[in-house]
């Protein structure tokens, strides 16, 4: 009986260890292309940068809306904050919303193109 029990814990744990990597996971990538995208955006449209954002956002099952971010220009820095909450279910049954915030401030470079992948 106390292994039945411990081994119900194990599996609860390693549950909710796997759908919060999960959710971290994405937010991490994701806040990493958007960084990639504003770092080599000289050329394009504000326009252009935010729907590419929010491209990203839906290649990384990120929930950003065009409200959640904020985007400037500052001379040759692209500077984009944004917040984002969403639920983990960390048991069957029990969610708990995850806040998550991104700060975005990178130096353009001109004439500079992605190394391909």
């Known amino acids: ?13 390693a549950n909710a260890t796997w759908h919060i990597f999960g959710v971290y996971s ?3 990538k ?3 292309a958007v960084q990639s995208t504003t770092q080599f955006n000289s050329g394009k449209s504000e326009y252009e940068v ?5 491209e ?3 290649q ?3 929930p950003v809306t065009e409200s959640n971010f904020t985007l400037r220009r500052e001379e040759n820095h692209t500077i984009v904050d944004g917040s ?6 960390l048991a069957p049954g029990f969610s708990y919303p ?13 004439g500079a193109t992605p190394a391909p992948r």
């Open 26 to 28: 994405a937010h991490f």
């Open 1 to 13: 009986m106390k292994l039945l029990l411990k081994l119900a814990i194990v599996a609860l744990l």
């Open 60 to 62: 990384y099952d990120v």
């Open 56 to 58: 990203l956002a839906a």
């Open 30 to 32: 994701f806040r990493d």
């Open 84 to 89: 984002y909450s969403r639920p983990v279910e």
């Open 98 to 110: 995850f806040t998550f915030t991104w700060h975005v401030d990178t130096f353009t470079v001109t």
């Open 50 to 54: 935010r729907s590419r954002i929010l």
